[in-house]
């Protein structure tokens, strides 16, 4: 199983980035997806949520209107358009997969990808 985020880098305030994380080694379409950050000192929050078909997204209030999650059920992938970000949006972004099956609830996480919102 992997989880490999790419996209993030060094960006300033005002300025746009595009995560995308690839999927691989489980049924991605059985899994909800979600990109999380943890900046330094803080504990890792929850950023924004797609079910499994993408028809159902979720947004911390801290991004709500600004970023945007979708995902791509032909290609294993999941993304994080990030618009108008601001300093505190510096933080290490991960993805997660997660699903309840039969056997209980699994999860997945990435290594992450480093977003940094400087002048």
């Known amino acids: 199983v992997q989880l490999v985020e790419s996209g993030g880098g060094l960006v300033q305030p005002g300025g746009s980035l595009r995560l995308s994380c690839a999927a691989s080694?489980?049924?991605?379409?059985?899994?909800?997806m979600s990109w999380y950050r943890q900046a330094p000192g803080k504990e890792r929050e929850l950023v924004a949520h797609?079910?499994?078909?993408?028809?159902?997204?979720a947004y911390a209030d801290s991004v709500k209107g600004r970023f945007t999650i979708s995902r791509d059920n032909n290609n294993d992938a999941v993304y994080l358009l990030m618009n108008t970000l601001k300093p505190s949006d510096t933080a290490l972004y991960y993805c997660?997969?997660?699903?309840?099956?039969?056997?209980?609830?699994?999860?997945?996480w990435g290594q992450g990808t480093q977003v940094t919102v400087s002048a």
């Open positions: 797609i079910s499994r078909g993408g028809l159902s997204t």
């Open positions: 080694g489980f049924t991605f379409t059985r899994y909800n």
């Open positions: 997660k997969a997660n699903a309840i099956l039969s056997w209980g609830t699994v999860e997945y």
